[in-house]
């Protein structure tokens, strides 16, 4: 059974940080590039950040470059999101998502989300 948890959303004043994980299981995690994606109330789904399968390659949204870092651990099917100089429009719902090509199919899986509120 394939499963995305993710973990780690908390009530953080402005300026502060906090870091997030998704945890992996029932796939071959290794195998799969990873997305950060979040959503706000009344907002669409927006890209935050990604990683390659292997870890050598990350991108970021303009909003968050700089002060967020998306880094994972193979060897313990986990990804993380290292959230610094939070604003009030951090705000969402942040979702971790799982996609590669393999044998042709498209294989494409998302947790279920950690609510990140920041505010004073």
């Known amino acids: 059974q394939v499963q995305l948890v993710e973990s780690g959303g908390d009530l953080v004043q402005p300026g502060g940080s906090l870091r997030l994980s998704c945890a992996a299981s029932?796939?071959?995690?290794?195998?799969?590039?990873m997305r950060w994606y979040r959503q706000a109330p009344g907002k669409e789904r927006e890209f935050v950040a990604y990683?390659?399968?292997?870890?050598?390659?990350?991108n970021y949204a303009d909003l968050v470059k700089g002060r967020f870092t998306i880094s994972r651990d193979n060897a313990k099917n986990t990804m993380s999101l290292q959230m610094n100089s939070l604003k009030p429009e951090d705000t969402a719902v942040y979702l971790c998502?799982?996609?590669?090509?393999?044998?042709?199919?498209?294989?494409?899986?998302w947790g279920q989300g950690t609510q990140v509120t920041v505010s004073s």
């Open positions: 990683i390659s399968s292997a870890g050598g390659n990350t």
């Open positions: 029932g796939f071959t995690f290794s195998s799969y590039a």
């Open positions: 998502n799982a996609v590669a090509l393999l044998d042709g199919n498209l294989r494409n899986f």
